[in-house]
Every structure is written in structure tokens, then in C-alpha cells.
């Protein structure tokens, strides 16, 4: 209310609208670059800018995992965390953790954590290029539509 008042007496700076429909702008909208551009959202979408970035955020979430491998010997399980949990050794080194993704590539991830885990890529991991198809064979038959 103080700042529309302010507004009205013209000593604060007027409500950004977008130069294309006149739609009033809001703050974080794109992350601020929209705001910055003086675009609503709908509009620095279409830009280049806007679909380089979400293009960017697609990619990243093109890849998941979708079995995974923990425990000695390794168990398949449907959530991470419970391949974590069964990999876990008291006062040793954890067993290794292995993923099968969704794009059939198949990765061992040493030493890994719960807190390290989140967030997982492929990248993270060493790919395992022999003996991952018996991983593979493993996974159930409604998740290998994947790959």
C-alpha cells in the first residue's frame, strides 16, 4: 500500500509491464531474466534466451535411473536409497552402487553416499562396457521399454 501511494505521487518507479502485451511483470519470473528483459514469462519463453534454457533443463532431465544394484552380492532395487542402504558396511568401505539408466548405459558409483547421491548423473560414475548386460537382463520387464 506505502509503495503504491509513493507511486501515485510519482516518487517510486512505475510497475514494469511487458512490452509486448502490457501484462504487469513479476519478480523471479525466469529466474529474473524475464524481468531483466522486460518480457512476461509467456513471451521470454519464445525468445531465444528462454528456449535455450529450457532446452538445457529437458536435456538434463532426458536421463534417469531407472534399476539399481546394491549389497555384496548385489540386490536389484527400484529406489536408490535402498540400494545405498544395502550397500552400506560398518567400519569398512561401502560396496559399490550400480545404476542402469534409461538410456541402457549401465555405471558403478564407489564410495557413494546419501548425501553425495541426490543429484546423480551418469558422468558421476565409471561405465561399465563388459558384463553389463547380465545387469541388464535383471531389470524388470515393464522398465526395459527404456532402452
Avoid at 519470473?29 to 522486460?38: E, T
Wanted: one cysteine or more; proline letters at 4%; a positive charge.
Amino acid at each position: 500500500m506505502r509503495l503504491k501511494k509513493l507511486r501515485d505521487k510519482g516518487e517510486a518507479a512505475p510497475v514494469k509491464t511487458c512490452s509486448v502485451c502490457g501484462q504487469r511483470l513479476k519478480k523471479g519470473a525466469g529466474a529474473n531474466r524475464a524481468y531483466d528483459m522486460g518480457l512476461c514469462y509467456t513471451h521470454w519463453r519464445q525468445t531465444p534466451e528462454g528456449k535455450a534454457v529450457r532446452r538445457a533443463k529437458q536435456i538434463k532431465s532426458e536421463v534417469w535411473g531407472i534399476w539399481y544394484y546394491g549389497g555384496e552380492p548385489a540386490e536389484g532395487f527400484a529406489s536408490l536409497r535402498k540400494a545405498l542402504t544395502a550397500s552400506v558396511q560398518v567400519g569398512a568401505e561401502n560396496h559399490p552402487v550400480f545404476v542402469v539408466w534409461s538410456d541402457g548405459r549401465v555405471t558403478v558409483h564407489f564410495a557413494l553416499t546419501h548425501r553425495a547421491s541426490r543429484g546423480l548423473v551418469p558422468e558421476e560414475g565409471d561405465e561399465i562396457v563388459d558384463g553389463f548386460e547380465e545387469f541388464k537382463e535383471q531389470v524388470p520387464q515393464n522398465l526395459k521399454t527404456w532402452f
